[in-house]
């Protein structure tokens, strides 16, 4: 049985100030049909965040606290495992919602009853909260997004469209709970485990809804996970082996179109190419190594 309603699963590392900002973004939503879980998987105790949860006296917003740290994936598992409504949102602590987020989301899961996920319309925002156009994401949705119509995607097609460049903001998407609560998150991943998911969804038939009303807000700033990752060259190691598993595996299932595009991977390729001469004019050996090896490594995986 589920619950009607979105949960809004929230894991949290790190900065307490753009939690907190995240929080009340929640709380200030203009459809009050919602649900918000935050999983705390810091790795210190030192913080006023129980106190802070309680005063807000809200019975919607629960607050809980890892014994141990579990990493990414095992607490994106664990706030999967946790929601209970027919829908969830899987945010990020450094992301925002503007007022009007669960309405639109809602409206989209009406107009478009068979969507197992929806895509609503994106900002991007600083470290400070000011609206910016990095090219990372002039380039998604200039070259690799499907434009701004209202649609149903679905299939190879949209496998294809997604592996050459993920245009999706993972945070903001809003997922149908029975659609993806037996498929779960790959165990390894920390950086494609996202779109890792959404491939697992598509292969059992699953749609994307995607609508363009603007209602969330991405942050990017120095301090995000992707961005450390892709600096330390962890980020394109994992990609490497992800997108050439995922190439053998859409061969297998006669997706050859997506497979050519896993093995070709190119805005991941351009993205690490980008970072090389940083790394390479600041002498991180192995970071420049990484890259390299994402940016111009073999389309198949070598055979020994």
């Not at 319309?121 to 990372?136: A, K, N, Q, Y």
């Not at 990609?239 to 497979?259: K, N, Q, S, T």
Request: charged residues 25%; proline residues 5%; contains cysteine.
């Amino acid at each position: 049985m589920t619950t009607p309603g979105i949960d809004i699963m929230l894991p949290h590392y790190g900065d307490t100030s753009y939690l907190k900002t995240a929080v009340h973004s929640v709380i200030a939503q203009d459809d009050e049909d919602w649900h918000l879980t935050v999983v705390d998987d810091s790795d210190t105790d030192d913080t006023d965040l129980p106190e802070w949860f309680g005063s807000l006296d809200d019975p919607r917003v629960r607050y809980l606290s890892n014994e141990h740290n579990l990493g990414i994936n095992a607490n994106f598992q664990k706030c999967l495992d946790l929601a209970e409504r027919d829908f969830l949102v899987i945010m990020g602590s450094d992301d925002a919602m503007l007022p009007n987020y669960v309405s639109t989301v809602r409206r989209a899961t009406r107009r478009f009853p068979d969507a197992d996920v929806v895509q609503p319309g994106v900002e991007v925002i600083d470290g400070s909260g000011r609206v910016v156009h990095p090219l990372t994401d002039r380039v998604k949705r200039g070259l690799y997004a499907p434009g701004t119509a209202p649609r149903l995607l679905d299939g190879e097609d949209l496998a294809v469209s997604l592996l050459r460049g993920n245009w999706t903001y993972f945070p903001s998407l809003c997922w149908r709970r029975a659609a993806v609560k037996d498929i779960g998150f790959r165990r390894g991943l920390s950086v494609v485990l996202d779109l890792a998911l959404m491939l697992d969804l598509l292969k059992r038939g699953g749609q994307l809804a995607v609508v363009p009303d603007v209602c969330f807000q991405y942050r990017r700033h120095e301090g995000s996970l992707s961005s450390s990752l892709a600096c330390l060259g962890g980020r394109f190691t994992e990609e490497h082996d992800f997108f050439l598993g995922v190439a053998e595996h859409m061969d297998r299932i006669g997706w050859h179109r997506a497979a050519r595009a896993a093995r070709l991977h190119l805005s991941s390729r351009l993205h690490a190419l980008l970072l090389l001469p940083g790394a390479v004019t600041s002498r991180q050996a192995a970071s420049a190594k990484a890259l390299a090896r994402h940016a111009f490594g073999p389309t198949k995986p070598v055979r020994k």
